[in-house]
Each structure stands twice: as C-alpha cells, then as structure tokens.
C-alpha cells in the first residue's frame, strides 16, 4: 500500500509513537471541525475530536492495511459522534423551537450583521437536524472534500447510496434555509 | 432517467468539478423542476460560504497531550489480578467448591422439626390464615389468658359496670 499514512500508522503499531503524533498533527484540525460539523457544538467537538484520537492510540494492535488511513480515522470519529448525537436529539428539538422563533424576529431586523450572525446559526442548526447518515455522506463530502467513494467506505455503504443521501441532505437544508435566502434567483442561469 | 437522478449526477459533477454530462446538461437546460433545484442549490452554495470556521481551541494539544500521557501510564500498568478471566475462573471454581461441600456436609436437621418452628416458617409464609389448626391454637391460646384472670378482678368490673 503506497498511502504514506498507513505506514505511519504501522510504524506506531510497532511502537513509534512518533508516528502517532504525527497522524495526530495532519489530521487534529481535520477531526476537530469534522466533530463540529456533527455535532454542531465547539466544545463537545473538541473532546469528541480527543475521544476519537485516543480511540485511534488504543487501536494500534487491531489497525489492518486494508483501507486508506483517513477512511479508516474518519470511521472511528464518524461512529463516535453518531453515538455522542443520540444523546443530544431531544436537545435538537428544542433547539428547532428556538430557532423557528429567531427565524421569525430576524425576518424584521435590518440589521445585515445581525442576518448574517442568524443564517450561521441556521445553518448550524440546519446541518445538525440532518438524518444522521444524510449529515455524515454531506459532511465527509461538502466540508472534508472526501469522494463519494471514500465517503461510501467510511460510512460503509454504497457510492449511490451516498449520491442519494447527499442530494436528499442538500434538497433538505436547501428548503430549511429558504427563508434566509437574501438574493434574487438569477433564472436561465441554472448551469 | 427521473429528475432525481439528474440532480444527484449534477450535484456529484459539481464536487468533483467537472462539467456535468451532455445528457444531464441538456436535461437540466429543459427542465423547469431542474432548473428550481440547480438554482436553490447555487443558493446554498452561497449561503454555506457563511458558515463558521470550526477550529481547535486554545489548550487543545495540552488537553490532550496529557489525557494520552495517562492513556500511556494506563498502558503500562499491570493489569490488575481482579481483572484476569482465569483467575476469576478460579475463585469461581473455589466458590463453587465451598459451596457444594457445605450441602453435602451440612449437619443433620432433627428428624420432627418442632411444631413452633413449623409456626413460625408458616408464618413467614404468611399462611398461617388458611390453616384451621393454628385458629385453635389461637383460641386455646385465648382461653389461657382468660384462665388467668382471677375472679376477685372479674366481681370488680362487674361492679364497676353495674348501675
């Protein structure tokens, strides 16, 4: 195998923990804003960005060369933040509540930084109401700029499956986010 | 081919920055329903650009620098004794043991159990309602008390209750 990074990977599987520090460093803000992505949240990004790299530390005997090592580092986190989510949902409905209500009053506010400062939120909370496998494929995609196909084997399903999920993610924030939308539609411009 | 699959072919042309396939382009060009989606997702596009940054906070490395130092110490630890299968497996067996030989060694039980025990079991058992020989007892156990009672005491309340 020719990725630089499952050498590595071996390396500190025989003991060279400078390997690891160095996966550790190539891929420390690559997780933590994966994490944030996910969970919609800095502070439970960065520890679950820390759970996912010690995960990894304690997964050197068990490491095989089969996939790339990025697949295999954004399986764990992905697996770790859909498992911290399903302890936030009940929290994401109140969240929508609150949002519905901001979205309400920010259709009265000139106030462009104000607009601005909502549609982050938006999408924020836009992403985190996602499906949990919708949000991973468009994640992995839209943000970590993975393939589909390195998208499908981290979420260990198939390419047109993750085609599917990504249009479904987008045509679904694409709607959430319709009332924010401040520019006119230019038509016959599709392309 | 359905507009969906349209869509998912332009929006995976548009990641991997090509130019979408003749088929799908002219399709699209034709398609009122396409023509809504390409455009709400130029639109989003747009309004992604906006999204905050997510970044390491200050202190990160530090945190986690010193959460694997302890990782590490755990590492080197010996496991403790409480925490190896086999010698779970032995106190198991010795548990095990002890307690087969205390039943087959237990000393012998009187061969007529007394019949306050078999009360008191019973009782336990709550139920000692259903069984008429223990109304009996009770009733003997209330002729007792009355027998007590001497008749000195007895001609008093009769006084005492008389007008």
Redesign the interface.
């Known amino acids: 195998m020719t990725d630089p990074e499952v050498a590595l990977m071996v390396a500190f599987a025989r003991g060279e923990e400078a390997a690891f520090v160095s996966l550790?460093r190539t891929y420390?803000?690559r997780i933590?804003?994966y994490c944030?992505?996910l969970l919609g949240d800095?502070a439970r990004?960065?520890e679950a960005?820390?759970d996912v790299?010690?995960k990894l530390?304690?997964a050197r005997d068990s490491y095989s060369e089969r996939a790339r090592f990025s697949t295999f580092l954004y399986h764990i986190a992905t697996n770790h933040c859909f498992n911290l989510r399903a302890q936030l949902d009940q929290r994401l409905v109140e969240r929508r509540r609150e949002l519905d209500e901001s979205a309400h009053r920010g259709a009265q506010d000139p106030s462009a930084q104000l607009a601005?400062a909502r549609?982050?939120e938006a999408?924020?909370d836009a992403l985190a109401e996602l499906p949990d496998n919708q949000r991973g494929a468009f994640v992995l995609?839209?943000h970590q700029g993975l393939?589909?196909r390195d998208a499908a084997q981290v979420l260990e399903t198939s390419e047109s499956a993750v085609?599917?999920l990504?249009?479904r993610a987008?045509?679904t924030?694409?709607r959430r986010?319709?009332a924010?939308?401040s520019?006119p539609?230019?038509?016959?411009?599709?392309? | 081919m359905r507009c969906?699959a349209y869509?998912?072919?332009w929006?995976?042309a548009r990641?991997?920055e090509h130019a979408?396939q003749p088929r799908v382009?002219e399709h699209?060009?034709t398609c009122v329903d396409?023509?809504r989606?390409?455009?709400?997702?130029?639109?989003?596009d747009?309004?992604?650009e906006?999204?905050?940054?997510?970044?390491?906070?200050l202190g990160?490395?530090t945190?986690?620098f010193a959460?694997?130092e302890a990782?590490r110490a755990q590492a080197k630890l010996p496991r403790s004794p409480w925490r190896r299968p086999a010698l779970w497996l032995s106190w198991a067996s010795l548990a095990a043991a002890l307690a087969l030989a205390l039943l087959l060694f237990r000393p012998a039980r009187e061969a007529q159990p007394s019949l306050d025990e078999d009360v008191a079991l019973m009782r336990e058992l709550e139920l000692v309602e259903e069984l008429p020989m223990l109304r009996k007892l009770d009733e003997v156990e209330a002729y007792e008390v009355l027998a007590r009672i001497r008749s000195e005491d007895l001609d008093a309340l009769a006084a005492e209750v008389s007008p």
């Open positions: 550790y420390r803000d933590v804003a944030g992505r800095q990004a960065e960005a820390q790299f010690i530390y304690r601005n549609l982050r999408l924020r995609v839209h393939s589909y085609k599917s990504i249009h987008r045509e924030m694409m986010l319709d924010y939308a520019e539609s230019e038509v016959n411009h599709a392309l | 969906e869509q998912e072919a929006l995976q990641y991997a979408p382009r699209i060009e396409c023509q989606f390409t455009r709400g997702q130029k639109q989003l747009r309004q992604l906006h999204e905050q940054p997510i970044e390491p906070g990160f490395d945190r986690f959460r694997l990782e």
